[in-house]
């Protein structure tokens, strides 16, 4: 059974950057069918994806966020970390990293979040 933590800080900055790690246990980040997610939750608002990285360490990030979102891994360590810089009280939320199974199937992509952390809190207020 995977299993997926979320660490860092849970107060920020205005302008400074927001780090987070997911830690993965029961699974490998390089295994193959699986991108390796963040998503947040503004209070009161819905889950917003914000990037991914796959098991080759190839990136993808939702072009919402403004280019501030990078994704990384530490393959030795089995984690994977979110930076968003330039970050504003509007950034505020309850960060999420996951896991998305994907599969192609008759030409077409299937993909499902199959794993998620418990989420952690970040404020940022000055």
């Known amino acids: 059974q995977v299993q997926l933590q979320e660490s860092g800080p849970g107060l920020v900055k205005p302008s400074q950057t927001l780090s987070l790690t997911c830690v993965v246990s029961?699974?490998?980040?390089?295994?193959?069918?699986?991108?390796w997610t963040w998503i947040r939750q503004p209070p009161g608002k819905g889950l917003e994806w914000m990037g991914t990285?796959?098991?080759?360490?190839?990136?993808s990030y939702s072009p919402s966020l403004k280019g501030r979102t990078s994704i990384s891994r530490d393959t030795s360590k089995n984690q994977f970390t979110l930076q968003l810089t330039s970050v504003t009280p509007e950034d505020t939320a309850v960060y999420y990293c996951?896991?998305?199974?994907?599969?192609?199937?008759?030409?077409?992509?299937?993909?499902?979040?199959?794993?998620w952390g418990q989420g952690t809190q970040v404020t940022v207020s000055s």
């Open positions: 029961g699974g490998s980040i390089t295994m193959n069918s699986y991108y």
């Open positions: 990285i796959g098991n080759d360490a190839s990136t």
């Open positions: 996951a896991r998305v199974f994907y599969d192609w199937r008759d030409f077409a992509v299937v993909w499902r979040y199959d794993s």
